[in-house]
């Protein structure tokens, strides 16, 4: 069973920095990629970033570049995003999830205050 537990949302001022944390466990294979989707109120969920499995490739939105970073760590089934300089539009709730939106977590909050 495919599991996506994220932990590191919460509150932060405008310029501030957050580091979300998914803890991947269940996917068979070498070839997956995982990452991050967030959900504003009323607006569409949107996908932020992504990480392959095997090579380490990596996607951005345009909304995050220069901002946010995706990274992994293979040996604790762990993929991070390093959020920096945050936005008021950056809040949302974000999401963990499977590249190929198969599989998903339970999402946490991230509030930027201006």
């Known amino acids: 069973e495919v599991q996506l537990v994220e932990s590191g949302g919460g509150l932060v001022q405008a310029g501030g920095s957050l580091r979300l944390s998914c803890v991947a466990s269940?996917?068979?294979?070498?070839?997956?990629?995982i990452g991050w989707f967030r959900q504003a109120p009323g607006k569409e969920r949107e996908g932020v970033s992504c990480?392959?499995?095997?090579?380490?490739?990596?996607y951005l939105a345009d909304s995050v570049k220069g901002r946010f970073t995706i990274s992994s760590d293979n040996a604790k089934n762990t993929v991070y995003l390093q959020m920096n300089s945050l936005k008021p539009e950056d809040t949302a709730v974000y999401y963990c999830?499977?590249?190929?939106?198969?599989?998903w977590g339970q999402g946490t909050q991230v509030t930027v205050s201006s």
């Open positions: 999830a499977a590249c190929n939106g198969h599989y």
């Open positions: 269940g996917f068979t294979g070498d070839h997956y990629a």
């Open positions: 990480i392959g499995s095997s090579d380490g490739s990596t």
